[in-house]
């Protein structure tokens, strides 16, 4: 099957901020993101859940224990209405000149930042059936049209809610493709069978996720005999970037991509 290029049109090396820009604003929110966009960064990358109303919001976390401690509880995002989700203070965590940040819908975020940004969508969940998360993804997309599709990948560590996606896109009857990527790392929460971007091989993806520290020879050969490009996560060491990029990575994602651009003013 042909791969769907990733981001063809926007020069290399791809540089996505992670969570926004995340080492000067917290994670996730309006406030990170256009951090992001004023340190020049060319892509940003974000997380989405959905909610119990059918909404996209954006927050990494399945519960807001780490980002808003007093007031967040321990319901995950999933059982939560998104009125009940946009009261909650996740910008204190960080700093108190950030307390009014909330985490924002996912078409809010892409109606300001899109096209002018390139956007990686992170699907989190756990679910590999019955997930109502890749269908509302799809739908959204759909709705805001080219200006926002051709901005845009999609990502996740579950392989099998990336297949539901690109099932439901194509069911959409779009013509044109979202690149679409497996993210891996060996961390013990991972099943052993996706700890090594075999996932991969269930989603069909577009290109590869991989913690940086499991890029290697292998890998880049793999990547390119399978020809799926590689943009590592988190690299946040400007040298060790810069190796990557030169050993042949499409881009990388990084907490400080202020390192990369014109420093921030004010």
Partial sequence: MSRVPLLPERPRPLIFAHRGCSSLAPENTFAAFTKARETGSPG????????????????????????????????????????????????????????????????EVLEEFCPGLYIDIELKSRKTT???????????????????????????????CLLAFKKA??????????????I?????????????????????????????SLVNPVTRFCSALERRPLVPWTVDNQELAETLIRSGCAGIITNRPQDWFSPVCG
């Avoid at 998360?133 to 579950?158: H, Q």
């Avoid at 896109?169 to 497996?182: F, K």
């Avoid at 996706?194 to 577009?206: E, N, T």
């Fill in 44 to 107: 940003i990358e974000l997380d989405i859940h959905a909610t119990a109303d059918g909404r996209l919001a954006v927050a990494h976390d399945d519960t807001f224990i780490r980002t808003a401690p007093r007031e967040g509880g321990g319901k995950t995002l999933e059982m939560l209405r998104y009125a009940e989700i946009a009261r909650v203070d996740v910008g204190s965590f960080f700093g108190p000149e950030f307390s009014r940040e909330r985490p924002p819908l996912l078409e």
């Fill in 130 to 160: 019955d997930d109502p998360l890749p269908p509302l993804l799809a739908e959204k997309l759909a709705s805001l049209g080219s200006r926002v599709t051709e901005a845009i990948t999609v990502s996740s560590f579950n392989p099998f």
């Fill in 169 to 182: 896109w194509r069911a959409g009857g779009s013509r044109t493709g979202i690149p679409a990527a497996v």
């Fill in 184 to 212: 891996y790392s060996v961390d013990r929460e991972l099943p052993l069978l996706l700890r090594r971007g075999f996932g991969r091989l269930i989603a069909d993806c577009d290109y590869l996720k991989p913690v940086h």
